[in-house]
């Protein structure tokens, strides 16, 4: 055990496979549903919106997916991205827990979304797609796809939630700066965003409407497909380098974590992390916890049921079976704006069904007091959503 508060690896160690769970699942998970005919459905009906390629990884079988190397070109800008170990913090709680964090802050963009959107720009223009469309919340979503389509030479409309659009102009103005188009949602350009507005001209808006307005605006267009942040397997899956150099980390320091937490939104951000290391439980090599963490305002894991709902809010996107608030579920205006989805990625809610991982739900002022906490003894002001997991791990201490 050294003392090494900030642990990086070497820009070599870079991982260059993606890990896949699937293969590794106790159970595989139900297929996606038609929204019309409830039949299961295939990558036919799945190519209007997403690459070839994308719809593959969504059903793949392989274990360790290669990374291309244009997309680890682009990882190199931040990746490796730092470890640190929370003396400090550990120091303030007088634990004899040892904490550990993966610190995503350090990407363009500032959060772990650019892993995927990097991944998903990459194979859109590769299929000779020339522009995306995409919804985002609070923003972090529809900066990082930016970012990425921007570093690929495509174009990209971003529908953004209108009450986030009004309330963080810095943000549109990150995207505007990246190259990107944004639209507030509900607009006037989609048949699902003018009949909203027909109903609530003054609608704030929410993540279900952008959504659909997204992938209205990608169906209807041949050059234009359809970007998520979050919840599919693909998605997820890109997210492992996060948990796959984390690993690597710790066994530089001759650790492996009983615990894993993780913040939960549609599930990437926690996936990306504990994935790797469920990995290694389901496969019998090392047991460990993991939880996942999402606020008690929007409690899909802890609150939600476990049946097929719809993505979105006008019931555009296939049927995914997940936990779900229902997808006319609007949550109310927390501080963790990316923890307000009323559903749950299909691969960590059949995890969570099958008792493989944990969840709890923690409310927003003890969240708070957690991130202050944080802030005052290592320093680094965490995000609302990663304050979620701080907490968390504070009170596994
Ligand atoms: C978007 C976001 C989340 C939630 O992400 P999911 O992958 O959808 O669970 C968590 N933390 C931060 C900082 C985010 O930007």
């Not at 704030?204 to 998520?228: F, M, N, Q, R, W």
Request: some cysteine; proline content about 8%.
């Amino acid at each position: 055990m050294t003392d090494k508060t900030k642990i990086l690896l070497d820009e070599n160690e870079l991982s260059t496979t993606w890990y896949n769970i699937l293969p590794d699942m106790p159970e595989p998970p139900e297929p996606p549903l038609h929204p019309g005919t409830k039949e299961p459905i295939g990558p036919k009906e799945l190519s209007p919106l997403f690459p070839i390629e994308l719809i593959k990884q969504e059903v793949s079988g392989d274990r360790m997916v290669p990374i291309p190397e244009e997309v680890l070109d682009i990882y190199r800008l931040w990746r490796p991205t730092p470890l640190y170990r929370a003396y400090r913090l550990e120091a303030a709680l007088k634990t004899p827990a040892r904490i550990y964090y993966k610190y995503e802050g350090t990407s363009p963009a500032g959060s772990h979304k650019p892993n995927t959107a990097v991944a998903q720009a990459y194979y859109n223009m590769k299929e000779g797609v020339s522009r995306l469309a995409t919804e985002t919340g609070a923003g972090q979503w529809g900066s990082a796809l930016s970012l990425a389509t921007g570093l690929f030479g495509l174009k990209c409309t971003v529908y953004m939630v209108k009450v986030s659009y009004q309330q963080k102009p810095y943000r549109k103005s990150l995207m505007h700066l990246w190259g990107a188009e944004v639209i507030p949602s509900p607009s006037n350009k989609t048949n699902a965003g003018r009949k909203i507005l027909a109903k609530d001209p003054d609608s704030p808006g929410s993540l279900g409407i952008a959504i659909s307005e997204a992938v209205e605006d990608a169906a209807t267009h041949d050059d234009t497909k359809y970007a998520l942040g979050s919840v599919l397997n693909h998605v997820l899956m890109h997210q492992t380098v996060i948990g796959q150099e984390a690993r690597a980390q710790l066994e530089t320091e001759d650790e492996y974590p009983d615990i894993v937490i993780g913040s939960v939104g549609g599930g990437s951000n926690f996936a990306g992390l504990a994935f790797p290391f469920i990995g290694d439980k389901l496969r019998g090599k090392h047991d460990v916890r993991a939880i996942a963490v999402e606020p008690t305002a929007c409690p899909s894991l802890t609150g939600g049921e476990f049946r097929y709902d719809f993505g979105d809010t006008a019931e555009l996107t296939p049927l995914l079976k997940m936990y779900t608030l229902g997808h006319e579920f609007t949550p109310p205006a927390i501080h963790a704006g990316g923890l307000r989805y009323h559903g749950m990625a299909p691969l960590v809610s059949k995890l969570h069904a099958g008792k493989v991982i944990e969840a709890v739900a923690l409310r927003q002022t003890e969240v708070f007091a957690a991130a202050v906490q944080f802030a005052r003894s290592e320093g680094i002001v965490p995000a609302p959503e990663s304050a979620h997991a701080i907490k968390c791990a504070i009170e596994c201490s």
